[in-house]
């Protein structure tokens, strides 16, 4: 006896799959608040660029929310494939409010400075300073500032984060 589903049942059940997820990813999104989504990006702004060992590294300013600007690093190898991988290199949240983007270069006591691998590996590698984070610190206390800023604007944190990392 043949147990498999038909073409026409296994069919229905994708569509039925497809409908459920685009309905829970609309949910997901709205309980994060009321994101800038019909901002258009402008292009990136060029600050400075800097030559290092075995990479170029450009200072850019982003236009990501139209809420504020995003500082972020450009770290383009010397040594790369064309067209080149790219990473986007997302720094960690654990309470080094000051650290940001630069973590890319200058690393930490438990985490090495990663610059030196992305270059060797030819990665063209983004990083961004998140809300609260870097250049986007706004008060002395960034625990408070962080937990003030997304209240403020009436989104969550989460939703706020995640809009500007991808």
Same mark, same amino acid.
């Given at each position: 006896?043949? /147990?498999?589903?038909?073409?026409?049942?296994? #069919?229905? =059940?994708?569509? &039925?799959?497809?409908?459920?997820? &685009?309905?829970?990813?609309?949910?997901?999104?709205?309980?994060?608040?009321?994101?800038?989504?019909?901002? *258009?990006? %402008?292009?990136? #702004?060029?600050?400075?660029?800097?030559?290092? &060992?075995?990479? /170029?590294?450009?200072?850019? *300013?982003?236009?990501?929310?139209?809420?504020?600007? +995003?500082?972020?690093?450009?770290?383009?190898?010397? #040594?790369?494939?064309?067209?080149?991988?790219?990473?986007?290199?997302?720094?960690?949240?654990?309470?080094?409010?000051?650290?940001?983007?630069?973590?890319?270069?200058?690393?930490?006591?438990?985490? !090495?400075?990663?610059? !030196? +691998?992305?270059? *060797?590996?030819?990665?063209? /590698?983004?990083?961004?300073? =998140?809300?609260?984070?870097?250049?986007?610190?706004?008060?002395?206390?960034?625990? /408070?500032? *962080?937990?003030?800023?997304?209240?403020?604007? %009436? +989104?969550? #944190?989460?939703?706020?984060?995640?809009?500007?990392?991808?």
């Amino acid at each position: 006896m043949n /147990t498999s589903a038909s073409p026409d049942a296994s #069919r229905a =059940s994708s569509d &039925e799959f497809a409908i459920y997820q &685009e309905r829970r990813r609309w949910e997901l999104w709205n309980l994060l608040g009321d994101l800038p989504w019909q901002h *258009e990006p %402008g292009p990136p #702004r060029l600050i400075s660029t800097e030559k290092h &060992e075995g990479f /170029t590294l450009e200072r850019l *300013e982003l236009d990501l929310n139209g809420v504020e600007p +995003v500082p972020a690093l450009l770290l383009v190898p010397d #040594r790369r494939q064309t067209p080149a991988p790219g990473l986007l290199f997302i720094h960690w949240h654990g309470g080094m409010y000051d650290l940001g983007k630069e973590q890319l270069l200058r690393g930490a006591a438990a985490q !090495p400075a990663y610059a !030196p +691998v992305c270059a *060797e590996k030819g990665l063209v /590698t983004l990083a961004i300073d =998140s809300w609260c984070f870097g250049e986007r610190k706004h008060e002395a206390d960034g625990h /408070t500032g *962080e937990e003030d800023a997304f209240k403020l604007m %009436g +989104v969550a #944190r989460a939703g706020a984060l995640g809009h500007d990392d991808v």
